[in-house]
């Protein structure tokens, strides 16, 4: 059974930091795009960032340019997502996602199950 399963989120200040990890099972995503979306309640899932499969290409969400960071370690098999000068608005259930390809960041085909983060001000 493939699973994405995320670790890493919590209650966090304003200005604070967290890091996420998302690690697979089930399966190698060495070739995959790999990518983080968020979902705040009442309102829908948004993108936040991908990597290509080999970390060489990144895209980001401008809400999170310049303070977010993903990365990945194809020999663990996991994504993380570096989150520094974190704002209230950042609160939202944080989801990992594989895109089923290598270097485009469209179709997602697995979704982990979710991690919640939420700054206080």
């Known amino acids: 059974q493939v699973q994405l399963v995320e670790s890493g989120g919590g209650l966090v200040q304003a200005g604070g930091s967290l890091r996420l990890s998302c690690t697979a099972s089930g399966r190698t995503f060495s070739s995959d795009a790999m990518g983080w979306f968020r979902q705040a309640p009442g309102k829908e899932r948004e993108f936040v960032a991908a990597?290509?499969?080999?970390?060489?290409?990144?895209d980001y969400a401008n809400s999170v340019k310049g303070r977010f960071t993903i990365s990945r370690d194809n020999g663990k098999n996991t994504v993380y997502l570096q989150m520094n000068s974190l704002k209230p608005e950042d609160t939202a259930v944080y989801y990992c996602?594989?895109?089923?390809?290598?270097?485009?960041?469209?179709?997602?085909?697995?979704w982990g199950q979710g991690t919640q983060v939420t700054v206080s001000s």
């Open positions: 996602a594989a895109f089923g390809h290598a270097i485009v960041f469209t179709t997602v085909t697995y």
């Open positions: 990597v290509s499969w080999n970390g060489g290409i990144t």
